[in-house]
T-cell receptor
Framework: DAKTTQPNSMESNEEEPVHLPCNHSTISGTDYIHWYRQLPSQGPEYVIHGLTSNVNNRMASLAIAEDRKSSTLILHRATLRDAAVYYCILRDEGAGGTSYGKLTFGQGTILTVHP | DVKVTQSSRYLVKRTGEKVFLECVQDMDHENMFWYRQDPGLGLRLIYFSYDVKMKEKGDIPEGYSVSREKKERFSLILESASTNQTSMYLC??????????????FGPGTRLTVL
């Protein structure tokens, strides 16, 4: 599986934008970039995913580098509720049937949001 | 909203006991997953199921079995619990394995302690 590298921790102030980076230099052409987050004492929750183009949804934006070797999750206005561990995951969705779209969670980035 | 529920938030069992962890999803999802989460190791996939009565081993199936008799229910079974199976167990479901609807929805987790 292609690996991702994220900073161990980041801090932000409430209502400021947060940019969470992820490096994935060995990404393959069929790898989608997924982001999940895990709030304290809860299971992970899906945030966003993309392949090549930048993506936006109600939770966040995903900016993907042109060479796809890195990506950035953008929280436009951090709230205290956004304090969580954020996981950047590559998910192989190639044809051939050998992959079942497994999610492999690494250590993630612990985001602290200050009031 | 998709809801994934797990039978217990906390469970304490003794070594050698047979343990059942139950997971139910209410959105008619085809696929269900069992992960365990341990500090420093992240989430690891134990088993998954892509249809009723169908199952596939994940990365760490040893010591576990699963059952999927109905679409909405996926059970994880520890035939003879051991102390190294003390962990947080997370169940997830998804509509599809690949493509646009492959995001996984997680339950709140069951923290199992084996004494």
């Amino acid at each position: 599986d292609a690996k991702t590298t994220q900073p161990n921790s980041m801090e932000s102030n409430e209502e400021e934008p947060v940019h969470l980076p992820c490096n994935h230099s060995t990404i393959s052409g069929t790898d989608y970039i997924h982001w999940y987050r895990q709030l304290p004492s809860q299971g992970p929750e899906y945030v966003i995913h993309g392949l090549t183009s930048n993506v936006n949804n109600r939770m966040a934006s995903l900016a993907i580098a042109e060479d796809r070797k890195s990506s950035t999750l953008i929280l436009h206005r951090a709230t205290l509720r956004d304090a969580a561990v954020y996981y950047c995951i590559l998910r192989d969705e190639g044809a051939g049937g050998t992959s079942y779209g497994k999610l492999t969670f690494g250590q993630g980035t612990i985001l602290t949001v200050h009031p | 909203d998709v809801k994934v529920t797990q039978s217990s938030r906390y469970l304490v069992k003794r070594t050698g006991e047979k343990v059942f962890l139950e997971c139910v999803q209410d959105m008619d999802h085809e696929n269900m997953f069992w992960y365990r989460q341990d500090p420093g190791l992240g989430l690891r996939l134990i088993y998954f199921s892509y249809d009723v009565k169908m199952k596939e081993k994940g990365d760490i199936p040893e010591g576990y079995s699963v059952s999927r008799e109905k679409k909405e229910r996926f059970s994880l079974i520890l035939e003879s619990a051991s102390t190294n199976q003390t962990s947080m167990y997370l169940c997830a479901s998804s509509l599809s394995l690949t493509g646009l609807s492959n995001e996984q929805f997680f339950g709140p987790g069951t923290r199992l302690t084996v004494l």
